[in-house]
């Protein structure tokens, strides 16, 4: 497993962005994939974005697409989410995950084994 450290969220008005970082500890970070999920109140966590190990593939939930970015450096053990064209829909904890597990699907949480705590994303109307 690895440590996962979430920054970055914060309130904006619609139609801004924002950068979420997810910071990793204890391991190799480039041993593992690295998912992005969010939660809603009321709603159920909800697949946002992965990285392959490298870099080299990301997916996205079809609801971001264009829109948000996911990107990794893994000299400095991190993975970024540029999130632009907020909406009000994008309001959620937003959690980091790491899985070494080879392959995709890389959308269900299940797949995943070390998680952060979250930061929170509030965008206004």
């Known amino acids: 497993q690895v440590q996962l450290v979430e920054s970055g969220g914060g309130l904006v008005q619609a139609g801004g962005s924002l950068r979420l970082s997810c910071a990793a500890s204890g391991r190799t970070f480039s041993y593992f994939a690295v998912g992005w999920f969010r939660q809603a109140p009321g709603k159920e966590r909800e697949f946002v974005a992965a990285?392959?190990?490298?870099?080299?593939?990301?997916w996205y939930v079809g609801s971001v697409k264009g829109r948000f970015t996911i990107s990794r450096d893994n000299a400095k053990n991190a993975v970024f989410l540029q999130m632009n064209s907020l909406k009000p829909e994008d309001t959620a904890v937003y959690c980091c995950?790491?899985?070494?597990?080879?392959?995709?699907?890389?959308?269900?949480?299940?797949?995943?084994?070390?998680w952060g705590q979250g930061t929170q994303v509030t965008v206004s109307s």
């Open positions: 995950a790491a899985t070494g597990q080879l392959g995709p699907p890389y959308d269900s949480a299940y797949r995943y084994d070390s």
């Open positions: 990285i392959s190990r490298t870099g080299s593939s990301t």
